[in-house]
Nanobody, 123 residues
Framework: VQLVESGGGLVQAGGSLRLSCAHS????????IGWFRQAPGKAREGVAR????????HYADSAKGRFTISRDNAKNTVYLQMNSLKPEDTAVYYC?????????????????WGQGTQVTVSS
C-alpha cells in the first residue's frame, strides 16, 4: 500500500488549501483513510476520515465547518479541502489508512502512512 500526499504550502490566515492523498495497493474491500496532523511539540491528532464502505465522514471538532474530506474513487485519491485556515492549523499533515474502521481514531490504529506534507498558516 502506498499513500502519497501533496498540496501543502504556505498560506495566510483565512486562506484555503486542498491536500490530496493518492493511494494504491489496497487488498481489502473495507478501508478508512484519514488525515492526521502533528504540530511541533504536540501529539499527532486526527483531523478527518472517510470510510470506503459507505463514504461516511468524521471530523475533529477543530475541523468541523472548515474542512471537508472527500474521495474520487476513479482517481484513487482522497482530498482534504481546508478553508478559513488559522495559524493553529500549522502542522505536518499525514494521510493514513486502516483496513476496516477506526475504533478510537488513534494514530496507532493506522496500518499505513504517507510521508506528510507541511501546512503553514501565517497570521
Amino acid at each position: 500500500v502506498q499513500l502519497v500526499e501533496s498540496g501543502g504550502g504556505l498560506v495566510q490566515a483565512g486562506g484555503s488549501l486542498r491536500l490530496s492523498c493518492a493511494h494504491s495497493g489496497f487488498i481489502f474491500d473495507s478501508w478508512t483513510i484519514g488525515w492526521f496532523r502533528q504540530a511541533p511539540g504536540k501529539a499527532r491528532e486526527g483531523v478527518a476520515r472517510i470510510e470506503r464502505r459507505d463514504g461516511s465522514t468524521h471530523y475533529a471538532d477543530s475541523a468541523k465547518g472548515r474542512f471537508t474530506i472527500s474521495r474520487d474513487n476513479a482517481k484513487n485519491t482522497v482530498y482534504l479541502q481546508m478553508n478559513s485556515l488559522k495559524p493553529e492549523d500549522t502542522a505536518v499533515y499525514y494521510c493514513a489508512a486502516r483496513g476496516g474502521v477506526y475504533g478510537r481514531w488513534s494514530p496507532a490504529e493506522s496500518d499505513y502512512w504517507g510521508q506528510g506534507t507541511q501546512v503553514t498558516v501565517s497570521s
